[in-house]
């Protein structure tokens, strides 16, 4: 029902930057009160939570792996939420994947997640 789709994954070297963008659309999305998550999953590894965003944009949760160098936002007048990823190691290869739960909250837990996109690949070299 929800349609949530990412975009802005690429080649980039250690220390480089991008920014993932997110575009939902359908009947339930932030703009319904939606928090909404980044996740990423390499080749044989869970998938693991990266940061989140609650429905009003005004508070923000990030993995340890991640504080201080990406960081987390919204637009909803646009319906869309990014990611801006800078000083980026070859450890944060993997596909990124955009999400959002029902309760406008900051979950880390990919459980709480009910809506899912179908994923960017960013890849880092060394």
């Known amino acids: 029902q929800v349609q949530l789709v990412e975009s802005g994954g690429g080649l980039v070297q250690a220390g480089g930057s991008l920014r993932l963008s997110c575009a939902a659309s359908?009947?339930?999305?932030?703009?319904?009160?939606?928090?909404m998550g980044w996740f990423r999953q390499a080749p044989g590894k869970e998938r693991e939570f990266v940061a989140a965003?609650?429905?009003?944009?005004?508070?923000?949760n990030y993995a340890d792996s991640v504080k201080g160098r990406f960081t987390i936002s919204r637009d909803n007048a646009k319906n869309t939420v990014y990611l801006q990823m800078n000083s980026l190691k070859p450890e944060d290869t993997a596909v990124y994947y955009c999400a959002a739960n029902l309760g406008g909250l900051t979950a880390s837990s990919r459980y709480a997640y009910r809506y899912w996109g179908q994923g960017t690949q960013v890849t880092v070299s060394s």
């Open positions: 965003v609650t429905s009003s944009g005004t508070s923000t």
């Open positions: 359908g009947r339930t999305s932030s703009r319904n009160g939606n928090g």
